[in-house]
């Protein structure tokens, strides 16, 4: 029987949780607590435990953390920065606004950023490297931190899709100086709108980051240094405090539908899957997004559309690098053919054992198993 499974429900997001989400807005709204009060410092000091950073800050969303921490770290006109071309706009833009030059490269077998791209991609002028940790899974970071501290560079990683995943059971965002992480709703921790977060073990970033924020302020309240408004919204910090409580249990959820697509889509020759949550001990990620790579990809997801099923290609089937208008003009085939295969599946908490088990039937109807 025909279902629908859209890729993500937004009104779950907030129906699924309402009568808290009621009293939070309520009790929140009570205290008057809108700007920089106490569920936004929980929040900051939740952050850090959860993720072993000495320090976070709430910030915007993670769009402006990526960019304040590059500015933290002094990023100057002409500096370049090295990212991956198969991310979110997001991760080249705030180098641009932060002053510098994005340079987007391959990614590598793991779909991950290419370290020996980015050791092809050093000169004279690179200045950092900044990983996206993509869609929950962290990049493996021996081998970047070891190309950074080779060319002493430093690491910015975009870890807007990563809370909770690990390398060598090290958190996402804590390699480097620092890093971002993203509240958008469809994020595994997400609230209900914009959000995002800054992580640090650098006590100078961290003030730095902090003073420009907001608008210049020290967390003494003196004025230090320019700054803007980037600041999290208490209540966004209290709505994401209320979901940090279940945060492990969430992945462990989205890690057991990774496991049903696995088990029910491993073998078709059809499909290239994304990593399974056992195939590699050095891994845990936290399946932000199930994308894998498909045979007549744009077929299927049309035979899913049609049997009610929603699924995304990401960034609008495009690399960073493939904007001209945004100045690139150069080639990557290999993220260019990854582009022309992508495909995620729903991956949420709204999806239902029964459901995951639809989509692989339609899939597995669809290649004619
Ligand atoms: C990889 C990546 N980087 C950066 C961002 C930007 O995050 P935000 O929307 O919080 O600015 C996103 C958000 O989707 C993302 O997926």
Redesign the pocket.
């Known amino acids: 029987m025909k279902r629908e499974v859209p890729f993500f429900n937004y009104p779950r997001a907030y129906l699924d949780h309402r009568e808290d989400l009621l009293k939070i807005f309520d009790e929140v709204g009570k205290r008057g607590a809108f700007i920089m009060q106490k569920d936004l410092k929980d929040f900051e000091l939740y952050l850090a435990k959860y993720t072993g950073a000495k320090y976070a800050i709430g910030v915007a969303?993670?769009?402006?953390g990526?960019e304040l921490a590059l500015m933290a770290i002094g990023l100057k006109p002409g500096d370049e920065v090295i990212c991956c071309s198969h991310?979110?706009l997001?991760?080249a833009s705030s180098i641009r606004t932060a002053g510098g030059t994005p340079i987007p490269v391959e990614l590598g077998e793991d779909n991950l950023i290419d370290p020996e791209a980015i050791e092809n991609a050093i000169n004279k002028r690179t200045v950092g490297i900044m990983p996206?940790q993509?869609n929950g899974r962290t990049c493996n970071m021996d081998r970047i931190m070891s190309i950074a501290n080779k060319y002493n560079l430093f690491v910015v990683e975009?870890a807007?899709?990563a809370l909770g995943s690990k390398f060598k059971g090290q958190h996402a965002g804590t390699f480097g100086q620092a890093s971002?992480i993203?509240?958008?709703p469809a994020?595994v921790l997400g609230c209900l709108g914009?959000?995002?977060g800054v992580i640090t073990n650098d006590y100078g970033i961290f003030d730095k980051v902090y003073q420009l924020h907001d608008h210049g302020r020290d967390i003494d309240g003196e004025v230090k240094s320019w700054g803007r408004n980037s600041r999290l919204d208490n209540l966004q910090a209290a709505i994401l405090n209320y979901h940090f409580e279940r945060y492990d249990q969430v992945i462990l959820r989205r890690r057991y539908i990774a496991d049903i697509y696995q088990s029910r889509l491993g073998d078709l020759v059809e499909l290239q899957l994304p990593p399974s949550t056992t195939s590699n001990k050095d891994h845990f990620d936290i399946y932000q997004n199930y994308e894998l790579q498909a045979d007549r990809r744009d077929k299927l997801k049309e035979h899913l559309k049609i049997n009610g099923i929603g699924t995304l290609i990401q960034w609008s089937g495009k690399a960073v690098h493939q904007w001209e208008q945004l100045g690139f003009n150069f080639k990557l085939p290999k993220t260019e053919k990854f582009f022309e295969r992508c495909i995620m599946l729903p991956m949420n908490m709204f999806i239902s054992d029964d459901d995951a088990h639809y989509v692989c039937d339609q899939i597995i109807a669809f290649y004619g198993k």
């Open positions: 969303n993670a769009t402006d990526l991310t979110m997001a991760t996206t993509l975009d807007a899709q971002a993203s509240f958008f994020k914009d959000g995002g």
